[in-house]
């Protein structure tokens, strides 16, 4: 009794160090804080309405393009993977989180053996049949499965964080790209204006030319005017084709029903309503489902640390067994078996250390990613803010300038159709006001590239967007940036 008894109090003892000890396993590096300044520097572009950001899309009050967006959005091969990893990843965390509890396995068994032969060498034929069960549990004592849980679980938010990114950027690049189309079909057709009143110059010369009032040269000059304009209207019509190509590959490959939603949809340039940013920069980060991301992987990571500490020290399981035999020769036994088992690491070669050395190094490589994307995104939204006050203020000098070197056109032409003004004074006239225009529609076109680009920059309204499966749905957590 006595020698039990001191086993008892020695393992015990052991249990109790093991516990203590474990205590200093837990890893002692924290989720890093990121210093940003607490409001924007960019001046804000508050000329319009307000909106929120989920309903953004609706505010172009354009059919085609929402009806592209949910195209694309229903058959990108994209999205489809970023859906695949949420899967994988919840896999992942079920198989982790199965090693929380007992395993439990059995098996069964049916022979019947015998051999023949002559007199004492003939075994009679007999019948065995067996079933065992077994079972095995690994106690966390220092949080190795837990933390591996954890981790686990953890990235699961991180794979629907990344959808939810992959998603804001489909609809962002849609677009932009559509808005390019309808600013290069505005393009175009003012191209296919200026060709067609230049070949009605190249008429009206041409017979001034052969009545003797006016020199060859300037006939040389209105038919190069012409050619120049025409090589450029080809090469305008050619990027269009280029723009629909790539929203064809972003909305599944349709290219007829892409270009029927074009057809349909407004020719303007679409406008949105302009949406508030008062947020501070912490809080309009947050809604960034790829800074969501990030975060959540400097977590998971944390986590691994803490399971590749836990697993410099011993485990402790409990194991059991039973088995049930019958035979009709020995008749029918049941032996089992049940205890505990303490599996202490003595040496390894430097490998758990290794691992220890491995996990922090991803830990210090998530907090530099996450880091990096921090300042990244506040660059972004800077800079969109910044640009989309440029554009604000560029776009009413450029209409004043369009409107009046349009007029100041029109004045030159009625003079040199009265002969009072050279065709060289005219040319010069129309290139002038047909830049001025041009410039002007590229202006509005990159006026509204930009809202989209903030529309991005700031996450999209992904964490209460409805356009997304539920299952998929997530709020962006407040932790501290």
Known sequence: MKAAHRRNVGIGSIAAWLVVSGCTAVADLRKPEVEIANVWHATFPHGGRTSDLVSWWSA???????????????????????????????????????????????????????????????????????????????????????????????????????????????????????????????????????????????????????????????????RAGAASSASILTAQRAECELLIKSLTRLTGGDEPRVRNLLVKGRSDIPTPKTFSVAAVPADALRQRPDINALELEVSASLAEVGAAKADLYPSLSLGGSVTIGSSSLTGTSAPWSFGPALSIPLFNGGGRRAAVASAVAAYDLAVAAYKSGVLDAVAEVETALVRINSTRRRIGDATVAAHNYRAYFNAVDSNWKAGGASLLDRETARRAAQSAELSLIEIRRDSVRYWIALYKALGGGWNTSAAASGTLQKKPKGNQL
């Open 60 to 222: 172009f009050s354009d059919p085609s393009l929402t009806t592209l967006i949910a195209t694309a959005q229903s058959k990108s091969p994209g999205l489809e993977a970023a859906t695949a990893e949420i899967e994988s990843a919840r896999a992942t965390l079920a198989s982790a989180h199965s090693n929380l509890f007992p395993g439990l396995s059995g098996a069964a068994s049916l022979t019947r053996s015998g051999a023949g032969g002559n007199g004492a060498s003939e075994v009679a034929a007999s019948t065995k049949m067996s079933g065992s069960l077994d079972a095995a549990w690994e106690i966390d004592l220092f949080g190795k499965v837990r933390q591996k849980s954890e981790a686990a679980r953890l990235r699961v938010d991180e794979r629907i964080g990344d959808w939810h990114g992959a998603r804001v950027s489909l609809a962002a690049e849609v677009a932009d790209y559509y808005v390019q189309y309808r600013a290069c079909r505005q393009l175009e057709r003012t191209y296919t204006a200026e060709v067609a009143s230049q070949r009605e110059t190249i008429r009206a010369t041409d017979m001034a030319a052969a009545s003797g009032f006016t020199s060859s040269s300037d006939l040389a000059l209105a």
